[in-house]
């Protein structure tokens, strides 16, 4: 069973940037390298959404929300997906996930937390 870790969240003010890491545990190289991956973040009181995703191939795309600010890539080899946020906002303030996409219901990991605050 596939599970994700994520790391690198934390408390920045708004303009400032993060990156974030996943990794994914006990996936098999052959199926992580040929899965679309996908960022994900949940705010209090609102339903989980999509930021971003990328596919094999690197094409990528953004939710609107941060189209501009946002840059989502991978590295196959580490089985790794990485998110890097810049001129974050208040809005921004979530918990971030990542998964394939679309995701596996069982593999969410505890996620990690982004706070813009000033």
């Known amino acids: 069973q596939v599970q994700f870790v994520e790391s690198g969240g934390g408390l920045v003010q708004p303009g400032g940037s993060l990156r974030l890491s996943c990794a994914a545990s006990g996936s098999i190289f052959s199926i992580f390298r040929i899965s679309v991956m996908a960022w994900y973040r949940q705010a209090p009181g609102k339903q989980r959404e999509l930021v971003a995703d990328?596919?094999?191939?690197?094409?990528?795309n953004y939710a609107d929300s941060v189209t501009g600010r946002v840059t989502i890539s991978r590295d196959n080899a580490k089985k790794a997906v990485y998110l890097h946020m810049n001129s974050l906002k208040l809005e921004d303030t979530a918990v971030y996930y990542c998964?394939?996409?679309?995701?596996?219901?069982?593999?969410w990991g505890q996620g990690t937390q982004v706070t813009v605050s000033s």
């Open positions: 990328i596919a094999p191939g690197g094409i990528t």
């Open positions: 998964n394939y996409n679309p995701p596996l219901r069982n593999s």
